[in-house]
């Protein structure tokens, strides 16, 4: 490759390493000594009753998120791409607003639609469906939170797979259906792989908008990262230090796994 | 069902997906914003402890996105240029660390019962529950989004036009200064508005180590949170409004900047 032929001054790359070293293994260095200074307190907390609660409560949250996401997801991703209709632009704008928002915002936009003062209450009461404080909520926002990447990672493969194969196995009298399974799926699995680390490591890491519209109740609300909150509002470290540990190691090990998946599906 | 028949049926389903999980809970928002009228909206926009909060939060963000515009366009420079997997794979890091944790392990780090957090103490340098604790939280979310937004452009320049530079008597500096620079100029914008629409949405970090002193370091998401808690719903909603409308207005200027750069190439 031509760009490797300039020389770079050896104190760029330096700089560089420097500036990501301190700026980011510092504090996690940090928080490896923190758990190692109170170990037997970390495993005691981490075990309790509401530790394994909350922690559970995340990854079933996790998991139904990439469970809906992995089909409400690529349906919404073939349909921007293959389909055509008016006000198909609107639906890629759409999936990437949760992007732009805060987690505190989206709280709030769950909380007055479903709360007692929303549209949508006397709806779900009648339901005797429970949204907010409950865990209907959390599942509500999380799936919004995670939207756009499952979205976003197929929409570009499928964009640049373009429809040749597509059309040729629809000549040879393939149905829709049998393309899809066939054809279409096969090639986005290393979009899938990679959108499926993104959508949970980010339904692990939810904070604020899981904190407003599920009030972090224990036992019934109350997920990793709000215990991590509580746990450091009381002044609880060896609890913060051991869950926040718990959580980097889980999306560690989602991208991980996913990449591992992502090269198997390619080779 | 005909193939036609399923299409439309997906494209319906699709469709009422995204306004049940998007529109419906947005509109809620805004028209709670608007509820009680434009001068109420306003009221609550012009308080003087939410336009402390608003101002504190554009100030950090905009210094935060400034220094990671150097740093990070640095970074995906050397990425570009050289093989460096092991700078590559710390970058992302960010990414598998949630926000609430970069809180935690910046006051482990600096917080006062740190070691490094008494020296600053000492030194009259406070930086966990201080302002200087919200840039860093700042920087440290929004690292791996300037270097992965600017690192596809920059791998675009030919090295080709830096030689014919050089060839022609430029100095390193001057190569810089009119070969790199204007080409690199339009993606470094991009991810510097990219970073700053990212850094005023920021809650999770920023409410674990600023402190959230009123006027001091409270900024506009935990502002949110305190008015929603006190029962404020309206004023709650209405801030939100003001981050949503400004973070959804930079958005399309951002990728504005970037696609003009392609189109030139």
Same mark, same amino acid.
């Given at each position: ?43 005691? *907390?981490? /075990?309790? &009753? ?8 995340? +990854? %079933? !949250?996790?998991? #139904?998120?990439? =469970? ?100 040729? *196995?629809? /000549?040879? &009298? ?8 066939? +054809? %279409? !799926?096969?090639? #986005?699995?290393? =979009? ?76 | ?265």
């Amino acid at each position: 490759m031509s760009s490797r032929s300039r020389p770079m001054q050896p104190w760029l790359p330096r700089v560089a390493f420097l500036y990501a070293a301190l700026l980011i293994l510092l504090p996690l260095a940090a928080l490896a000594y923190g758990v190692a200074e109170h170990l037997g307190g970390t495993w005691r *907390a981490l /075990t309790s &009753g509401p530790a394994l609660d909350a922690l559970s409560r995340t +990854i %079933t !949250l996790a998991t #139904i998120a990439l =469970a809906v996401h992995l089909v409400l997801g690529v349906m919404t991703a073939w349909v921007v791409v293959r389909d055509d209709f008016f006000g198909k632009r609107a639906l890629v704008w759409l999936a990437d607003v949760p992007l732009a928002m805060s987690p505190i915002t989206i709280g709030l936009a769950f909380f007055v639609v479903f709360g007692r003062e929303g549209w949508l209450y006397p709806l779900f009461t009648q339901l005797d469906l429970k949204v907010v404080f409950a865990f209907p909520g959390l599942v509500l926002v999380t799936l919004f939170v995670t939207l756009p990447f499952m979205i976003r990672e197929v929409v570009l493969l499928l964009e640049d797979l373009g429809t040749s194969e597509e059309e040729a *196995a629809a /000549t040879m &009298g393939a149905s829709p259906w049998q393309v899809f399974v066939h +054809i %279409t !799926l096969p090639n #986005i699995l290393p =979009a899938l792989t990679s959108a499926s680390a993104l959508v949970v490591a980010r339904a692990l890491g939810e904070f604020g908008a899981v904190l407003v519209i599920g009030g972090a109740i224990s036992g019934e609300t109350d997920t990793a990262t709000t215990f991590v909150f509580h746990a450091i509002e009381e002044r609880q470290l060896p609890a913060a230090y051991g869950m926040s540990m718990v959580l980097v190691a889980l999306s560690v090990a989602a991208f991980a796994t996913f990449s591992a998946l992502r090269r198997k599906v390619r080779s | 069902m005909s193939p036609r028949k399923a299409r439309i049926a997906l494209r319906t389903g699709v469709v009422a997906w995204m306004v049940i999980l998007v529109v419906v809970p947005i509109s809620g928002l805004v028209l709670r914003a608007l509820a009680s009228g434009p001068a109420a909206f306003w009221g609550y926009v012009v308080d003087p402890v939410a336009l402390a909060a608003l101002r504190l939060t554009f100030g950090t963000a905009a210094l935060a996105a400034t220094i990671n515009a150097v740093g990070g366009t640095l970074i995906a420079w050397v990425l570009v240029r050289g093989k460096h997997p092991a700078l590559s794979a710390l970058v992302d890091i960010p990414f598998a660390v949630p926000t609430l944790v970069t809180g935690v392990v910046l006051v482990a780090l600096f917080g006062p019962q740190a070691w490094l957090g008494q020296v600053l103490i000492a030194v009259d340098t406070p930086i966990v529950f201080a302002r200087p604790g919200i840039v860093l939280a700042m920087l440290f979310i929004s690292l791996p989004l300037v270097v992965r937004t600017v690192e596809p452009v920059l791998s675009e320049l030919d090295p080709a036009e830096e030689d014919a530079a050089e060839t022609l008597g430029a100095s390193r500096w001057q190569v810089f200064r009119h070969v790199l620079w204007p080409a690199m100029l339009p993606a470094v914008a991009a991810a510097w508005v990219q970073t700053f629409a990212r850094c005023i949405a920021e809650f999770g970090s920023i409410a674990a180590l600023s402190g959230n002193i009123p006027r001091e370091t409270l900024v506009a998401s935990v502002y949110i949170l305190g008015e929603l808690e006190a029962g404020h719903a309206d004023a709650a909603a209405a801030i939100s409004v003001v981050l949503l409308v400004l973070s959804l207005g930079l958005q399309p200027a951002a990728s504005a900047l970037v696609e003009r750069r392609y189109a030139r190439v």
